[in-house]
């Protein structure tokens, strides 16, 4: 079975132009969930989704980040306009339903994203 | 805030076992210990989980103390692909369901 699928893996942008990154979930995978990486640090939540729902946005800036998971399966997770401190990697994960008592999530390889 | 303490950096030897502690004294009754790894430019990698017993799978062992305050992931026999920055995790739950944060992890370096 395949895994959470990620592209592009790498993404390199000037300066204010806008990129997006789009995540394939685990097939059945109800929960998914955007994660930023800064080099040298652990994951950090941006966004999670409950089917089509997004259930915890607080860590998003909204300002020039957005995020959609039309029909509930896969999403897109869109900047625009890009700046330097945007420079990290990108990363999707899924699980079967964040409301039982033990899920794990799975996460794909990640988009670094390189801004110029 | 990550409610794990880590190591940041640990070596072992090739072949030895590896021992990997995490400390998470504010551990409440329902909440899980998971361990992810992640290797250089791989997204995180699900290891094992926990609640109270002791568990083991085809890549590790994970001892949680009787008190659920630290555990421990044990890699029984390291070899130089196991170089990797491990994330010890308590999930909690949130108005949504299960959540995680992870930490800065510990760096294990596996030395010929």
């Known amino acids: 079975e395949a895994g959470v699928v990620q592209s592009p893996r790498y993404k390199i942008i000037e300066k204010k132009q806008p990129v997006a990154f789009w995540c394939n979930p685990i097939?059945?995978?109800?929960?998914l969930y955007w994660y930023l990486q800064n080099l040298g640090q652990g994951p950090e939540l941006l966004i999670r989704?409950?089917?089509?729902?997004?259930?915890?946005d607080s860590q998003l800036p909204k300002d020039r980040f957005s995020a959609e998971r039309l029909k509930g399966v896969d999403s897109t997770l869109k900047i625009q306009p890009a700046e330097l401190g945007d420079s990290a990697v990108y990363l999707c994960?899924?699980?079967?339903?964040?409301?039982?008592?033990?899920?794990?999530?799975?996460f794909g390889p990640g988009t670094r994203l390189t801004v110029l | 805030d990550a409610k794990t303490t880590q190591p940041p950096s640990m070596d072992c030897a090739e072949g030895r076992a590896a021992n990997l502690p995490c400390n998470h004294s504010?551990?409440?009754?329902?909440?899980?210990v998971y361990w992810y790894r992640q290797i250089h430019s791989q997204g995180p990698q699900y290891i094992i989980h926990?609640?109270?017993n002791n568990e083991t799978n085809e890549m590790a062992s994970l001892i949680i103390t009787e008190d659920r305050k630290s555990s421990t992931l044990i890699l029984p026999h390291a070899t130089l692909r196991d170089t990797a920055v491990y994330y010890c995790i308590v999930s909690f739950r949130d108005n949504y369901g299960q959540n995680f944060v992870f930490g800065p992890g510990t760096r294990l370096s596996v030395l010929p």
């Open positions: 989704y409950e089917n089509e729902e997004a259930v915890d």
């Open positions: 926990g609640l109270k």
């Open positions: 504010t551990i409440s009754g329902n909440e899980y």
């Open positions: 994960a899924s699980s079967l339903d964040s409301e039982r008592e033990a899920d794990t999530q799975y």
């Open positions: 097939s059945g995978h109800n929960t």
